[in-house]
Antibody, heavy 122, light 106 residues
Framework: QVQLVESGGGVVQPGRSLRLSCAASRFTFSDYGLHWVRQAPGQGLEWVAAISYDGREKFYADSVKGRFTISRDNSENTLYLQMNSLRLEDTALYYC???????????????WGHGSLVTVST | EVMLTQSPDTLSLSPGERGTLSCRASQSVSRYLAWYQQKPGQAPRLLIYDASNRATGVPARFSGSGSGTDFTLTISRLEPEDFAVYYCQQRHISLSFGGGTKVEIK
């Protein structure tokens, strides 16, 4: 069964940076597009960023474009999200998710981690 | 950006009843739409993809239909474990989610 384990969350002041990691196992990591999806407390789901299986294509939601960077290390089976210039509204549980089909970046989210909580607060 | 509008916000039903959830897109997404179920404290679970295909292990009481801009998730007979929040998501133009429908016990 696919395993995705997020880490790196915490409490940070507005304007500061944080990097999330997602360690993946039990599937061929380099075959699948990967995503970050977030959920603010008591709110719905928001897609944040996507990266293609080979790391060449990256897509971002308008709300994070220019501030967040998604990347991956296929040799280490790890996905990252570098978050800069954090805002209060970035407070959320950040999920790592695996795409549902080999090779596709714009995909459905077939497997999810348990999430890493990011709190932006003064 | 494609906006997905789900209705109703909350659906109050009893176990054994039929549940019908709606998702409307601001422009056509063809059949590139999925449905997820999320229970409190858990990550979402993929139920339906490409409008009408059940994901692995999803019970047959869940079915999806629609194309273009109007989609429906139907739960034929609600089981106690089906009370949760349901989200639709499209992948035709970028990626986006609807706001969710909470299915609660009446």
């Amino acid at each position: 069964q696919v395993q995705l384990v997020e880490s790196g969350g915490g409490v940070v002041q507005p304007g500061r940076s944080l990097r999330l990691s997602c360690a993946a196992s039990r599937f061929t990591f380099s075959d699948y597009g990967l995503h970050w999806v977030r959920q603010a407390p008591g709110q719905g789901l928001e897609w944040v960023a996507a990266i293609s299986y080979d790391g060449r294509e990256k897509f971002y939601a308008d709300s994070v474009k220019g501030r967040f960077t998604i990347s991956r290390d296929n040799s280490e089976n790890t996905l990252y999200l570098q978050m800069n210039s954090l805002r209060l509204e970035d407070t959320a549980l950040y999920y790592c998710a695996k795409g549902h089909i080999v090779g596709a970046t714009r995909a459905y989210f077939e497997s999810w981690g348990h999430g890493s909580l990011v709190t932006v607060s003064t | 950006e494609v906006m997905l509008t789900q209705s109703p916000d909350t659906l109050s039903l009893s176990p054994g009843e039929r549940g019908t959830l709606s998702c409307r897109a601001s422009q056509s997404v063809s059949r590139y739409l999925a449905w997820y179920q999320q229970k409190p404290g858990q990550a979402p679970r993929l139920l339906i993809y490409d409008a009408s295909n059940r994901a692995t292990g999803v019970p047959a009481r869940f079915s999806g239909s629609g194309s273009g801009t109007d989609f429906t998730l139907t739960i034929s007979r609600l089981e106690p474990e089906d009370f949760a929040v349901y989200y639709c998501q499209q992948r035709h133009i970028s990626l986006s989610f609807g706001g969710g429908t909470k299915v609660e016990i009446k």
